[in-house]
C-alpha cells in the first residue's frame, strides 16, 4: 500500500468499503450529526471561528449578496454571512441530511429562514442554473468531493462572470514546532477524542489522512485555474494550519 501522503485525495475514503466515496461521506456526516458542533469547539479551540471570520472578511468586500454556500454542513457559515452582509440571500446545500436538519434548527433559532435556504444536494451535480451566484464559499469541504475537478468546476458554472470562490482547507505547516505539533494532534489526540465523543472510530482518523493528502497552496491554486477560475491565490493562516483560497471566475 502506498503512504498516505502519495495518495490522491479522491483515494481517501471515510471506512474504506465498496461504497462510492460521496456515499461515504453522507454516511459519516449522518453518523457525527449529533455531535459535530461540540466537536468542532472543543476540538479546534474556536481558531475555525477566526478563519471563518478571515473568509467573510473578503467575501464582503466583493459587494456579493447571492451566494452559495457548499458543504455547507450544520450551516455556520451560511448563518455568519445571512447575519454580516446586509441584503444577502444563501443557499447552503450539502450532502448530509442529518447535517442539514441541525442546520434549519440554527437558522430558524436565529430567525434567518427569509435569508437562508438549506438544500440536499450533491456539490459535483448541482441542480442550479449557470451563472446565477455572486460568490460561493466552502469550508472544510471540498477534501470531502469524490471527484475534485468536477465539484469545482460545478461552482465554477453556477457562478455570475466575475464571481469569486472562497476555499478554507486545512493545510500542513512546513515550520518547527508547528509542523510537529499538527501532525501529533491531527493524527493522534483529534481521532482518539473524535472516538470517545462521536462513537465513530474512523470519521476523525478520516480528517486527519484527507488533509493529509490534500493538494494544498500552488498546486490547488492550479487546480482552480484548471477548471476555468482566474487569479487564483492561497492565503495561509494560523501559521500554514490552515488557507484561504479566493478566485474570480
Not at 449578496?65 to 443557499?91: E, F, R, Y
Request: with cysteine.
Amino acid at each position: 500500500m502506498r503512504p498516505i501522503m502519495e495518495k490522491k485525495i479522491e483515494d481517501i475514503t471515510p471506512y474504506g468499503n465498496d461504497k462510492a466515496k460521496k456515499e461515504q461521506v453522507k454516511d459519516m456526516f449522518d453518523n457525527i450529526a449529533g455531535t459535530y458542533d461540540l466537536l468542532n469547539k472543543t476540538l479546534s479551540f474556536g481558531i475555525d471561528r477566526l478563519w471563518r471570520k478571515t473568509m467573510l472578511k473578503h467575501l464582503r468586500k466583493t459587494g456579493a449578496t447571492k451566494i452559495l454556500d457548499v458543504a455547507t454542513g450544520t450551516g455556520d457559515v451560511a448563518i455568519a454571512i445571512a447575519q454580516k452582509i446586509n441584503n444577502s440571500t444563501v443557499m447552503a446545500v450539502d450532502l448530509s441530511p442529518g447535517m442539514l436538519k441541525i442546520g434549519e434548527e440554527k437558522v430558524n433559532k436565529a430567525g434567518l429562514t427569509a435569508k437562508i435556504a438549506l438544500q440536499e444536494e450533491d456539490c459535483e451535480n448541482l441542480s442550479f442554473e449557470t451563472g446565477v451566484y455572486d460568490a460561493a464559499t466552502v469550508a472544510f469541504g471540498v477534501r470531502n468531493f469524490e471527484h475534485l475537478e468536477q465539484g469545482l468546476s460545478e461552482m465554477h458554472r453556477v457562478l455570475k462572470k466575475d464571481g469569486r470562490i472562497f476555499v478554507l482547507e486545512f493545510s500542513k505547516p512546513k515550520t518547527f514546532p508547528f509542523k510537529q505539533l499538527f501532525n501529533t494532534y491531527f493524527r493522534y489526540v483529534l481521532p482518539t477524542a473524535g472516538k470517545l465523543m462521536s462513537k465513530d472510530d474512523r470519521a476523525y482518523r478520516y480528517l486527519f489522512e484527507s488533509a493529509t493528502a490534500f493538494p494544498e497552496g500552488d498546486e490547488f491554486t492550479e487546480i482552480l485555474e484548471k477548471v476555468g477560475f482566474e487569479n487564483a491565490i492561497c492565503k495561509p493562516l494560523t501559521f500554514g494550519i490552515c488557507s484561504l483560497y479566493i478566485a474570480k471566475k
